[in-house]
């Protein structure tokens, strides 16, 4: 069972929750930049959390499915159409055999999840599905879709269907979190020379923002202590400061070193939100303490599982 | 005195400085250290990645009990562990791995440049890369990058003023005072000496990584020039 590349989209990979264990040997995390839409897509249509799916970034692929399958799209608001119909997002959809779906331009936010029942069917590599577009391997062939790909699929009991089916009831699949409110970081020990810039500034994403990193553009930082720092391991969320004084927030895709003054880590719960920033968009930076970040962590995780119950219970009453 | 830093990466991870210079002693410690982790493994480590002189740990939350705070116990274990064995005193075991390379022609077109910079044959330049053992600082930039210690400082060479497009995989290279191998086909601005036909990094293998933090590597000319 596979799925047709017919066009690929701006940047669209297969990936899980990630490769962990393997940063002493300079391989990064890679996986899902937005991991709770990547897991509610998952848990829309049946799989577990780390099956693989498709992110896709601020513009979509179109895909035809050679077998019945059943879908669903979270994250970003995603402009989606399967031979005239239209495919809402944030709930399952059955689709026909030979439909083509066509995903459009993001609406909200730069990254929607396509989650397949029985998830993406690429062989793991190093223990995870995801791609490392930098190492070239894990995913598809270790890079983006292209057009004429087949993206390999578990066979599926689904019976055949003449239309799309569309469930009638569907999550709310946003954060909590207003798109206005910070994104908050735990301080790290690189002083600034006026800290408060950090917190007042509203930075704007760059557009050389990648799958490695958020750029921003504000007001230049400085640090108290300027000495030349050696290359030492960083983790994605790790704030960057690079001589120019434009922050660099690490994302999944990251280097695991880096030689460049650090002054502060994204917590994982606002990494999500992250992962949905557009090129122009703006936010501002919070501190938090450590057990404030474990708190949101496990806010975002009881949401998850309050969730999971709910889309098990309306998945058992489904009839089509 | 405490000669050494803890600090935390974000939510998952600490990160131990030894120093802020990059320095073969300090480096041993940090594998040392490393080797004495690696021996105890405790179940919620998911990884420990050196640096030049410091050694990050990352944490499986999953692995800890709900009433312990994951950060704090890894703090506390890894305080005890250099109490009863202070940095210094762990013997370095690594390994020797030994590379075959294709010195110079096609596969070291800078070797001619490094040379003439060090004012040195070909040939002296080949003996010196050999003749010196190196250390596995740490791998990063990409999957199975060597940063490797060691290089005669006589080989120092300044990186190219335009970088290449293109480096093929398996070339050994100096840029400054650095010597290291390119796992994959890259960009790259370092002088290309040579080549080895090892494959570096190899996701399908158990191990990827030919070479791995803390193993001493030695280069073997397979050719004369």
């Given at each position: 069972?596979?799925?047709?590349?017919?066009?690929?989209?701006?940047?669209?990979?297969?990936?899980?929750?990630?490769?962990?264990?393997?940063?002493?040997?300079?391989?990064?995390?890679?996986?899902?930049?937005?991991?709770?839409?990547?897991?509610?897509?998952?848990?829309?249509?049946?799989?577990?959390?780390?099956?693989?799916?498709?992110?896709?970034?601020?513009?979509?692929?179109?895909?035809?499915f050679?077998?019945?399958?059943?879908?669903?799209?979270?994250?970003a608001?995603?402009?989606?159409?399967?031979?005239?119909?239209?495919?809402?997002?944030?709930?399952?959809?059955?689709?026909p055999?030979?439909?083509?779906?066509?995903?459009?331009?993001?609406?909200?936010?730069?990254?929607?999840?396509?989650?397949?029942?029985?998830?993406?069917?690429?062989?793991?590599?190093?223990?995870?599905?995801?791609?490392?577009?930098?190492?070239?391997?894990?995913?598809?062939?270790?890079?983006?879709?292209?057009?004429?790909?087949h993206?390999?699929?578990?066979?599926?009991?689904?019976?055949?269907?003449?239309?799309?089916c569309?469930?009638?009831?569907?999550?709310?699949?946003?954060?909590?979190?207003?798109?206005?409110?910070?994104?908050h970081?735990?301080?790290?020990?690189?002083?600034?020379?006026?800290?408060?810039?950090?917190?007042?500034?509203?930075?704007?994403?760059?557009?050389?923002?990648?799958?490695?990193?958020?750029?921003?553009?504000?007001?230049?930082?400085?640090?108290?202590?300027?000495?030349?720092?050696?290359?030492?391991?960083?983790?994605?969320?790790?704030?960057?400061?690079?001589?120019?004084?434009?922050?660099?927030?690490?994302?999944?895709?990251?280097?695991?070193?880096?030689?460049?003054?650090?002054?502060?880590?994204?917590?994982?719960?606002?990494?999500?939100?992250?992962?949905?920033?557009?090129?122009?968009?703006?936010?501002?930076?919070?501190?938090?303490?450590?057990?404030?970040?474990?708190?949101?962590?496990?806010?975002?995780?009881?949401?998850?599982?309050?969730?999971?119950?709910?889309?098990?219970?309306?998945?058992?009453?489904?009839?089509? | 005195?405490?000669?050494?830093?803890?600090?935390?990466?974000?939510e998952?991870g600490?990160?131990?400085?030894?120093?802020?210079?990059?320095?073969?002693?300090?480096?041993?410690?940090?594998?040392?250290?490393?080797?004495?982790?690696?021996?105890?493994?405790?179940a919620?480590?998911?990884?420990?990645?050196?640096?030049?002189?410091?050694?990050?740990?990352?944490?499986?939350?999953?692995?800890?009990?709900?009433?312990?705070?994951?950060?704090?116990?890894?703090?506390?274990?890894?305080?005890?562990l250099?109490?009863?064995?202070?940095?210094?005193?762990?013997?370095?075991t690594?390994?020797?791995?030994?590379?075959?390379?294709?010195?110079?022609?096609?596969?070291?077109?800078?070797?001619?440049?490094?040379?003439?910079?060090?004012?040195?044959?070909?040939?002296?330049?080949?003996?010196?890369?050999?003749?010196?053992?190196y250390?596995?600082?740490?791998?990063?930039?990409?999957?199975?990058?060597?940063?490797?210690?060691?290089?005669?400082?006589?080989?120092?060479?300044?990186?190219?003023?335009?970088?290449?497009?293109?480096?093929?995989?398996?070339?050994?290279?100096?840029?400054?005072?650095?010597?290291?191998?390119?796992?994959?086909?890259?960009?790259?601005?370092?002088?290309?000496?040579?080549?080895?036909?090892?494959?570096?990094?190899?996701?399908?293998?158990?191990?990827?990584?030919?070479?791995?933090?803390?193993?001493?590597?030695?280069?073997?000319?397979?050719?004369?020039?």
């Amino acid at each position: 069972m596979s799925i047709d590349v017919l066009s690929p989209g701006l940047l669209t990979t297969v990936q899980d929750l990630g490769r962990f264990g393997w940063r002493h040997l300079g391989v990064g995390t890679s996986g899902a930049l937005d991991a709770y839409a990547h897991t509610l897509a998952n848990m829309l249509v049946g799989n577990p959390a780390n099956a693989a799916t498709l992110e896709i970034t601020l513009t979509g692929p179109r895909l035809t499915f050679q077998h019945p399958c059943t879908i669903a799209l979270c994250g970003a608001q995603i402009d989606a159409h399967c031979d005239g119909q239209i495919i809402p997002c944030a709930r399952p959809v059955q689709l026909p055999a030979g439909s083509t779906l066509t995903l459009g331009a993001c609406r909200t936010g730069a990254r929607t999840y396509l989650a397949v029942a029985g998830g993406i069917d690429v062989p793991e590599c190093m223990h995870s599905r995801s791609t490392d577009l930098r190492g070239g391997f894990g995913g598809l062939a270790g890079r983006a879709l292209r057009a004429g790909d087949h993206i390999p699929l578990r066979p599926s009991s689904l019976l055949d269907l003449t239309a799309p089916c569309i469930a009638p009831w569907w999550i709310d699949d946003a954060l909590d979190a207003a798109h206005s409110a910070p994104i908050h970081l735990l301080p790290s020990v690189d002083a600034l020379a006026s800290p408060g810039t950090l917190l007042a500034t509203r930075w704007n994403i760059s557009a050389q923002s990648n799958r490695q990193g958020l750029r921003l553009q504000g007001p230049a930082l400085q640090l108290v202590n300027n000495d030349e720092r050696i290359s030492a391991p960083v983790a994605p969320g790790t704030v960057q400061l690079p001589p120019d004084g434009q922050p660099i927030v690490l994302l999944a895709d990251a280097q695991t070193h880096g030689g460049y003054p650090c002054i502060g880590h994204v917590i994982r719960a606002d990494r999500q939100r992250l992962a949905q920033l557009r090129p122009g968009d703006t936010f501002h930076f919070a501190a938090v303490t450590p057990q404030q970040a474990r708190q949101a962590w496990q806010a975002q995780q009881h949401m998850l599982a309050r969730l999971q119950l709910a889309i098990h219970a309306r998945r058992e009453a489904m009839t089509c | 005195m405490r000669h050494w830093q803890l600090q935390r990466l974000g939510e998952d991870g600490l990160l131990l400085q030894l120093g802020t210079s990059i320095d073969a002693a300090l480096n041993t410690q940090v594998h040392a250290l490393n080797t004495q982790i690696q021996a105890q493994r405790p179940a919620w480590l998911r990884d420990s990645v050196p640096g030049y002189s410091s050694l990050a740990l990352f944490l499986n939350e999953q692995a800890f009990a709900h009433s312990q705070d994951p950060l704090q116990t890894a703090e506390t274990w890894l305080h005890h562990l250099l109490q009863a064995a202070p940095l210094g005193t762990a013997r370095n075991t690594s390994r020797c791995v030994e590379i075959p390379v294709h010195y110079g022609g096609e596969a070291g077109p800078d070797l001619a440049f490094v040379a003439e910079r060090a004012r040195l044959s070909s040939e002296e330049v080949i003996h010196l890369h050999c003749s010196a053992e190196y250390r596995v600082a740490m791998l990063g930039f990409s999957p199975g990058f060597p940063y490797l210690l060691g290089l005669d400082p006589r080989l120092t060479t300044p990186r190219r003023s335009t970088p290449r497009t293109l480096v093929p995989a398996g070339s050994i290279a100096i840029g400054g005072a650095q010597t290291g191998l390119y796992p994959q086909a890259s960009p790259g601005g370092w002088n290309l000496i040579g080549r080895t036909a090892l494959a570096l990094f190899d996701p399908q293998r158990a191990a990827p990584s030919l070479l791995a933090p803390g193993d001493r590597v030695r280069f073997i000319a397979i050719n004369g020039t």
